[in-house]
């Protein structure tokens, strides 16, 4: 069965540092979602991939799928406390009405 | 246009007892998912949905149950509350399958079985 893992679990950075999260999968993804989920609140979605190679950004997040459409990358530069959250990447499975999830990466940004 | 809606937000339940939750979407969406999260395990699903009437397992269907009788509307039950039950419940949306239609989540419902 194909998964998905997250690394760091988890990240302290200072205000003003970029940091990156990375989402590997076991097999070839045909579709990369990230979401960023505050305590007590729902996932938000934040960018989807879907080629390899392809890069996406909003505001100061930038998401890439690598070539070979089985790693992403979130990078996150000159972070802001609001960036604090808990960062999840997930995928749909190819062939079914299913997703899947990582384990999710818990951002702290200090002021 | 709320999106998805789930209540209660926070139930705290003895062993044994039984309770719905509520999950409702108001964006015309085929497919409707339950998961849980658990604390540094990510989100399994329990059971999904593909349409009025139509509803199939996910990895971890037992202790639950889904009815799925309109669109908008997908409520999970458990019968036989368990400590194992505890963890946090998600209902998502979706407009279609897979690549080009992410999933919309509603807020979550926490669970405590005491």
């Known amino acids: 069965s194909q998964e998905l893992e997250q690394s760091p679990q988890s990240l302290i950075v200072q205000e003003g540092k970029n940091l990156t999260i990375n989402c590997t999968s076991s097999?070839?993804?045909?579709?990369l979602y990230w979401y960023k989920q505050k305590y007590g609140e729902g996932l938000i979605f934040l960018m989807m991939?879907?080629?390899?190679?392809e890069e996406k950004s909003h505001e100061k997040i930038t998401a890439k799928l690598d070539e070979k459409k089985q790693q992403s990358s979130l990078h996150i530069t000159a972070s802001q406390p609001s960036h604090a959250g808990i960062y999840l990447c997930g995928a749909p499975l190819s062939g079914t009405y299913k997703y899947i999830f990582g384990t999710g990466t818990r951002l702290k940004v200090l002021a | 246009n709320a999106g998805v809606t789930q209540t209660p937000k926070f139930r705290i339940l003895k062993i044994g007892q039984s309770m719905t939750l509520q999950c409702t979407q108001d964006?015309?969406?085929?497919?409707m998912y339950w998961y849980r999260q658990d604390p540094g395990m990510g989100l399994k699903l329990i059971y999904y949905s593909v349409g009025a009437g139509i509803t199939d397992k996910g990895e971890v269907p037992n202790g639950y149950n889904v009815s799925r009788s309109t669109t908008e509307d997908f409520p999970l039950r458990l019968e036989l509350a368990a400590p194992s039950q505890t963890s946090v419940y998600f209902c998502?949306?979706?407009?279609?399958?897979?690549?080009?239609?992410?999933?919309?989540f509603g807020p979550g419902t926490r669970l405590t079985v005491l």
């Open positions: 097999k070839t993804l045909y579709g």
């Open positions: 991939l879907q080629k390899g190679g």
């Open positions: 998502a949306s979706s407009p279609g399958l897979g690549t080009y239609n992410e999933q919309f």
């Open positions: 964006m015309n969406h085929n497919y």
